[in-house]
């Protein structure tokens, strides 16, 4: 049995933040209902990453959504939002995306949610959060990595700001959402008590970044300064990055320089024997290195750096880590089947319970297909 088998989850997100947090509730056991508006549904359905589309939609969509119902239901005309209110009188939880004010007009406000089931957990993600200048801007991945300051700290110096390849503050903001969800109901578990959780994603995103943060309050306010050669992170020294080889690439994670000089066998290195050299001089010492270690392929520098404990790594490509057996071991790819009988492909749960992994069978629904059995199920009855 997984943790939260019994529990009902009322979904009326869509694109990525808040139907992540549910993708992982439904993983760890929950029942959850997404209720999607007529003819079109999420969204998410028709965002294309690179035009692949999973059984006629969008693999974005079938990636995020499985392992959930679909409910159909149109949230303005009043049949279709009391059918909604049933389900959420129901319900343990109840989780929305809409920016600030808008799920009020539609009548899903917390308090109007309250009234018909006090001891539900209300979790909601915003962009920016209720009040200030931003609170109606749209809450979209790209911006709130920009607005952040989180398109500094990656790329070389000189370069301009460099987002992410992934849209990785829906995935944090969906995540803090799932952890605050979950806290809420071992809190009701005590208290008998529901509660609301809010989170936005410029929150996510500067939580993302506490370290860092942290740092720049504690040096004065000074700017954030990438390196110019090989950054993979703007607080930390060299030989800190990625480096090109004679074949490949490979990371370099923290070290001390002269012995990197001495197993290289790169004379120019072991002269940096102050520690504070390995920041204030890393420029210098990248530059030295990146040279270097272009002469030999990846394969021969890790052949001297792993058995002196050197933290090192060679830069795989999606389709050479697939065939890794470090890769096959945890199991990762799961096979999904829809109501129809297509069957993807797609990640698993990282979570394992008891050295149990947390697989689930069922791919994502088709728009409204569990509507009638919801109804007869949860409505009528």
Not at 241 to 250: A, C, H, I, S
Not at 299 to 326: M, N, Q, T, Y
Request: glycine content about 10%; proline content about 5%.
């Amino acid at each position: 049995m997984k943790p939260l088998e019994d529990l009902l989850i009322i979904d009326l997100s869509q694109f990525l933040s808040a139907p992540s947090a549910t993708l992982r509730l439904a993983d760890l056991g929950a029942r959850v209902i997404k209720v999607e508006r007529p003819g079109t549904g999420d969204i998410c359905r028709t965002l294309y990453v690179s035009n692949t589309i999973i059984n006629h939609e969008s693999s974005v969509f079938q990636a995020i959504n499985r392992n959930k119902e679909s409910f159909q239901a149109d949230l303005k005309q009043p049949e279709d939002k009391e059918k909604v209110m049933k389900l959420i009188a129901r319900a343990d939880v109840l989780v929305h995306n809409f920016r600030p004010g808008v799920v009020d007009r539609l009548g899903f406000g917390y308090e109007a949610v309250r009234k018909v089931n006090p001891g539900i957990i209300y979790g909601e993600i915003s962009g920016y959060g209720p009040e200030g200048p931003w609170a109606k801007k749209p809450g979209q991945d790209l911006l709130l990595q920009s607005l952040s300051g989180l398109t500094w700290l990656s790329g070389n110096a000189g370069k301009g700001p460099v987002p992410m390849g992934l849209a990785i503050v829906d995935i944090l903001s969906g995540s803090h959402l799932a952890q605050g969800i979950l806290a809420a109901l071992v809190q009701r578990g005590k208290s008998g008590q529901g509660a609301k959780v809010s989170v936005s994603m410029l929150e996510s995103a500067l939580d993302f970044q506490f370290e860092t943060i942290t740092t720049y309050y504690h040096d004065g306010g000074a700017p954030t300064e990438r390196t110019a050669f090989n950054n993979a992170h703007a607080y930390l020294g060299a030989p800190y990055g990625v480096y090109r080889t004679q074949d490949g690439f490979l990371a370099l994670a923290m070290g001390a320089i002269p012995v990197l000089g001495n197993l290289l066998e790169c004379p120019k290195l072991e002269k940096y024997t102050e520690v504070s050299d390995w920041y204030d001089k890393r420029d210098e010492i990248k530059k030295i290195l990146a040279e270097h270690l272009r002469t030999s392929p990846t394969g021969k520098w890790l052949s001297v750096l792993e058995p002196a404990d050197i933290w090192c790594a060679e830069v795989l490509s999606w389709d050479r880590l697939f065939e890794h057996e470090g890769f096959k071991v945890l199991d990762m790819i799961q096979r999904v089947t829809m109501g129809d009988g297509f069957v993807y492909e797609t990640t698993r749960c990282p979570i394992r319970i008891d050295g149990e992994l947390l697989t689930a069978s069922a791919g994502s629904p088709a728009l409204g297909e569990h509507t009638k059995a919801i109804i007869n199920e949860l409505i009528v009855n």
